[in-house]
T-cell receptor, first 115, second 110 residues
Framework: EAGVVQSPRYKIIEKKQPVAFWCNPISGHNTLYWYRQNLGQGPELLIR????????DSQLPKDRFSAERLKGVDSTLKIQPAELGDSAVYLC?????????????FGPGTRLLVL | DAKTTQPPSMDCAEGRAANLPCNHS???????VYWYRQIHSQGPQYIIHGLKNNETNEMASLIITEDRKSSTLILPHATLRDTAVYYC???????????FGAGTILRVKS
């Protein structure tokens, strides 16, 4: 069974440029998460989807960040315009809400460097 | 979600048991203890979780004290590939985000 797929794995852009990350969750998982991980720190949640609905986006910087999960399957996270401080690893995770054990499974992440 | 406290780093000899402690003194009755690890340049990997009973799976064992204020993750025979950052997280079973602390850097040495 395929795990959580993310692309690209690495991205280098100049500040003020837009960037987008894509995530395909594990098949059948209805809950999808985007986390950001700064160097030397643990991941922090940006947004959580249940199917196509964003149920927790309180930590998403809405002035420059946006996300969508239109058909309740794959998802895109966008930054426009990117700032130097956005350099981080962006992790996607998925889980099946309603299972006895709601374990989150993570993808490998996209490492973003903003110059 | 309750806060957890872990030592910043630990060393373990290859082939020996690695015992990683975690304090969670403010845990509430319906909160679970979860353990994840993150190997360099990879996403976090689920290891194990428990409520109040000790748990064991193919990766590790989880020992939770009777008062539930602390727990220990045990890797019975550590290998070099177990070198990673280990995160202890307390959360409700369903729906809540994972709140990661700084974790414990475990270095397994030959």
């Amino acid at each position: 069974e395929a795990g959580v797929v993310q692309s690209p794995r690495y991205k280098i852009i100049e500040k003020k440029q837009p960037v987008a990350f894509w995530c395909n969750p594990i098949s059948g998982h209805n809950t999808l998460y985007w986390y950001r991980q700064n160097l030397g720190q643990g991941p922090e949640l940006l947004i959580r989807y249940e199917n196509e609905e964003a149920v927790d986006d309180s930590q998403l910087p809405k002035d420059r960040f946006s996300a969508e999960r239109l058909k309740g399957v794959d998802s895109t996270l966008k930054i426009q315009p990117a700032e130097l401080g956005d350099s981080a690893v962006y992790l996607c995770a998925s889980s099946f809400q309603g299972a006895h054990q709601e374990t989150q499974y993570f993808g490998p992440g996209t490492r973003l460097l903003v110059l | 979600d309750a806060k957890t406290t872990q030592p910043p780093s630990m060393d373990c000899a290859e082939g020996r048991a690695a015992n990683l402690p975690c304090n969670h003194s403010t845990i509430s009755g319906n909160e679970y203890v979860y353990w994840y690890r993150q190997i360099h340049s990879q996403g976090p990997q689920y290891i194990i979780h428990g409520l109040k009973n000790n748990e064991t799976n193919e990766m590790a064992s989880l020992i939770i004290t009777e008062d539930r204020k602390s727990s220990t993750l045990i890797l019975p025979h550590a290998t070099l590939r177990d070198t990673a950052v280990y995160y202890c997280i307390v959360r409700m079973e369903y729906g809540n985000k994972l709140v990661f602390g700084a974790g414990t850097i475990l270095r397994v040495k030959s």
